[in-house]
């Protein structure tokens, strides 16, 4: 492995663990914890190439430091999650980068996690549809085994033809990967609200629409979202022992 290859592992550690601690400060631990452990195995990484003794040792004494920290938080969010009490609320500001689905969803996936389930009524425009796309895509290339994903929406009462067509084309595309799409339509619904099977509870202001449009088609943040700007939304994240359906 090579020095400059060793330098730019370091280089990444160094950012992942940076954002952990921020995260860790500002009180958002199931977040930081993610990133404590994955700038762990990047300086673990680090250290089984580095050849200098003394850089070793240094190593070793960071990896303890942030391990032990990394047990101290998950120690902390497995008891408030026991205790039934785990609250903790993310605020996208105006124009903030850096939420897209995967990025905002990522902490709260787990090997565990089998059924989703979304409402949100206003999953009936265009962008509206494609952001649900999206969310589903993020879903089947996540660590978990997704196999069924629950809609509950309204109907678009002006266009209704275009949002049935584009959720039977969706049901049929995620069958065909293995995922059941269960759609379901209320003209009552107003909260927004995703629910997964692990227990986690993931309440957003804005639902699924909270991305701004982008600035032309050939604009950074047109594919990758976590370059889209936001419109300001706070995201409740709550867990309970007791998954129910919505």
Avoid at 61 to 76: S, W
Avoid at 111 to 140: A, G, K
Wanted: glycine share 6%; aromatic share 10%; proline share 1%.
């Amino acid at each position: 492995m090579t020095q400059n290859h060793v330098s730019g592992m370091e280089t990444s550690a160094i950012s992942v663990l940076k954002r952990a601690v921020e995260l860790d400060q500002s009180g958002r631990f199931q977040e930081s914890l993610v990133c404590y452990q994955e700038g762990i195995q990047l300086l673990m990484d680090v250290l089984k190439a580095v050849k200098d003794d003394s850089k070793k040792g240094r190593y070793r004494g960071k990896i303890k430091d942030y391990m032990d920290r990394a047990e101290q938080i998950k120690a902390h969010v497995n008891q408030v999650k026991e205790d039934g009490k785990y609250h903790e609320q993310i605020r996208i500001a105006e124009d903030a980068t850096g939420y897209s689905y995967d990025t905002l969803f990522k902490p709260y996936i787990s090997s565990l996690l089998t059924e989703v389930w979304v409402q949100d009524p206003y999953i009936r425009h265009t962008h509206q549809l494609y952001n649900f796309l999206r969310f589903c895509e993020m879903l089947l290339k996540a660590s978990c085994k997704v196999k069924k994903i629950h809609l509950l929406t309204s109907q678009d009462e002006a266009d209704g033809g275009q949002q049935s067509s584009a959720l039977a084309e969706l049901k049929e595309s995620v069958g065909a990967q293995g995922v059941t799409l269960d759609l379901q339509f209320s003209s009552t619904i107003h909260d927004r609200e995703i629910r997964f099977d692990n227990g986690w509870i993931i309440k957003i202001g804005r639902g699924l629409d909270y991305f701004k449009r982008p600035k032309g088609r050939f604009s950074i943040g047109y594919c990758d979202y976590d370059f889209r700007q936001c419109q300001e939304t706070n995201v409740d994240i709550f867990h309970t022992k007791h998954t129910k359906t919505l």
